[in-house]
Structures are given as C-alpha cells and as structure tokens.
C-alpha cells in the first residue's frame, strides 16, 4: 500500500469528496494519528487561517472514511493562534504536548518563525501552506519545515519584474515591520537596486493597526513615485490604498499574498479595483485543483479561500509521506518527503533539500470587477 498512496488515496478522495456532507472528522483515541492544524481562526488575519482548517477537514474526512493512515484513523487537533508569534509558542506547546507528531500550518510568517524551535525539540514535522520567509528554509535551522508554497525572494523579482513590465520609473516600497512584509520588503528594495530601469523613491515602515495611514501617504505622493510595492497583510493595505485613492493618487499599487485575499477587496470596496497582487500559481487546468475547489462548494456552498488548495496539497503530502514511511518515525518521515511525489491540486510534489516544494510559484493578479484574477 505503501507504493500505492499518492494514487489510491487521491482517488478515492476526489471520487467520492463531491458528495461528501461535512460532518465530525475523527474519534480521539489512543489509535488515532494526531494532526496538528495551527493558524489564525479568530481576529483580523482568520481569513488566511480558517481555509487551511476547512482543506485539512476535507483530506481527513475521505482518508478516515477509506482506513485512515497505516490504519489509524486520523485525527485533527486544531489551535488558533491569531497569526502573533508570543501565542504561536504556546499552540506549538500544546501540540506537542497533546501527542502530535505532524503539523499543518502555520499561516503567518512570524507565527511560524516563533513556534519552529519548539517543534524542532519535539521532533515535530510541520508543513505550511502560506509562510513565504525564505529564511525559513534556506537558513538550515529548521529541517523539519516544509511549505507548499514558494518563498518571498520568488515573489519579490515577480512584483519588480511585473513593475519594470509596466514600465514604472520610481517605487515606493512600504511594509508593515513584521518577519513576512519587511522580510519582502527588503527583497523588493534589493531587485530594484540592482535593476537600472527602476529606482526606490522611498522606503518606509508602517505600524500595524493604526487608524490613519495618512503621514506615509503624504510621503508616497512627495517622493514622486509612479508605484507602491507593499509587504504585508490587508488590514494596513487596504486602508493605505483607501487612502491614497481619496487623495485621487493614480499610483500603481502591487501588493503580496498577505493581501490576494477576499478580504482585502471588502474592506478597501470600490478602492480595491485595479490593485495588483502576487499570489499562488493558477492551477485551474488540473482536474485535482478542479475537483477540491468543488468539494469545497459542495462542504461549505462557497468558494475556498487564500491558501486553501496548498493547504490541500499540504495534507495530502504529509499524510502521504506517513504511509510511505508507515509509521511516524520523524526520520522515515523526512526521507518520504524529500523522495516521495504526491498528486495534489498543485501538481506531483515532493520537498528538496531545504523544504520547498518544487515546482511551486507565484502568478500575478489584479482586482477587477471585485474580484482577483489573472494578469496573463
């Protein structure tokens, strides 16, 4: 069976996920294999959290209906942390100290960074399907980090690239002085630096959560930037982007997967329209990444959020590696990871030797009509 799982389990997942009807997804008992779902389920960033818990809610439901993992049935243990680093220890604390060996999540950078040392002593295998700081896996010190997603340099060149493409002459590069929007922020600033068509008109740090952006919006509009690349999540971008569209600002606004969000587009409303975004590639011509985003409609009668199909594949992988290891040795585990291919929505994957996912990129996005879609 072992040979078989990335087949036989998608299979009968996608068969017979369409006419599933949510319900309970597992009994807590001493034979069950616990999964550990960590992310922000409450507050203002849930929205990046809630679609990973509905994706692995969904995996779990038709993997437990089929036999489970190596014949446990698996069982979700889901933790809020409300996307902030100091209670991000304390979920990373609980897991560990409930049993679980494998995590998904989490969903925030900073989040991620503050839990990692505490997996790591547990020898906890934790796979995120949204957290982009590439010092995450390329500083070496958490080999038990996997994502699903590429990291913030890839996405970086995408915005610098799409903004020479649009043939922007001075940006203005903003961030929220949090691990993932200052952590892309400075990528951002490097790929402009070192590209002769574009230069940065400013660089600035903004507070999380103030009311009034109004001071660095003053400060785009006297630089004389033609462009805003900003790093960080919706809150804060929706009211600057508000803001500098009250001023009547025509200034290019490209933002990050903290903000291709939904979300975003409410809470900004008419002033979101013509915002550009980087988020995960476009997988719609994949019958996986069809089949999910149905089943999610079919669970939920809605369509999936931000991260949802690479907290899919997130599921899929890490469950993946445990029946390929049969067992949840951490280091059988690590080994299936890094050799093993699983079917998911995001294509075959397997992890290389830092943890990223290969073959996993970013697209360019644009809000129009109210909604993101695809700059081709």
């Known amino acids: 069976m072992k040979k078989s799982i990335n087949k036989t389990m998608v299979s009968t997942i996608m068969s017979t996920l369409l006419g599933l009807t949510f319900a309970a997804t597992g009994v807590a008992n001493a034979d069950t294999l616990k999964l550990g779902v960590a992310g922000p389920h409450s507050g203002d960033l849930a929205s990046y959290g809630i679609p990973t818990t509905k994706a692995a809610k969904l995996v779990v439901k038709q993997i437990n209906s089929k036999g489970g993992v190596n014949g446990k ?24 100290s409930e049993g ?28 995120s399907p949204s957290a ?13 980090f996997y994502r699903t997603i590429a990291s913030d340099d890839a996405q970086a060149a995408k915005e610098v690239e799409f903004a ?11 961030h929220d002085k949090g691990d993932y929007g200052k952590g892309l922020a400075e990528f951002a600033k490097k790929f402009i630096e070192a590209n002769d068509k574009v230069e940065v008109a400013l660089y600035e740090g903004v507070t999380p959560g103030a009311v009034d952006y109004s001071a660095v919006v003053q400060k785009i509009k006297r630089s004389g930037a ?43 409303g008419k002033y979101a329209e013509g915002v550009y975004a980087t988020g995960p590639q476009d997988n719609s011509k994949n019958p996986l990444s069809k089949e999910a985003i149905e089943a999610h409609k079919k669970a939920y009668n809605k369509d999936p959020g931000a991260f949802y199909e690479n907290a899919y594949a997130a599921t899929l992988a890490i469950l993946a590696a445990v029946e390929e290891a049969g067992s949840t040795d951490y280091d059988a585990v690590t080994k299936a990871l890094h050799e093993h291919e699983t079917d998911t929505p995001l294509g075959k994957i397997k992890f290389d030797e830092k943890g990223d996912a290969i073959g996993v990129g970013f697209a360019m ?12």
Do not use: W
Request: glycine share 8%.
């Open 365 to 376: 996005y644009q809000v129009k009509d109210g909604k993101y879609v695809e700059v081709k």
């Open 73 to 96: 049935q698996v069982e979700l243990v889901i933790e809020d942390d409300v996307c902030k680093p100091e209670i991000a220890t304390n979920t990373a604390t609980k897991l560990a």
């Open 164 to 174: 020479v493409s649009l043939g922007l002459k001075k940006i203005a590069v903003i």
């Open 226 to 268: 033609d462009g805003v690349i900003f790093g960080g999540y919706h809150p804060e971008a929706s009211k600057i982007v508000t803001q500098m569209r009250k001023k009547r600002m025509k200034t290019v606004f490209i933002s990050d997967d903290g903000v291709k969000d939904d979300t975003f587009i409410k809470v900004a």
């Open 100 to 127: 679980v060996k494998l995590v998904i999540g989490h969903i925030c950078s900073g989040a991620t960074k503050a839990a990692l040392p505490i997996y790591k002593n547990a020898k906890i295998i934790v796979m």
């Open 132 to 144: 982009t700081s590439p010092g995450l896996t390329q500083s070496g010190d958490y080999p038990n």
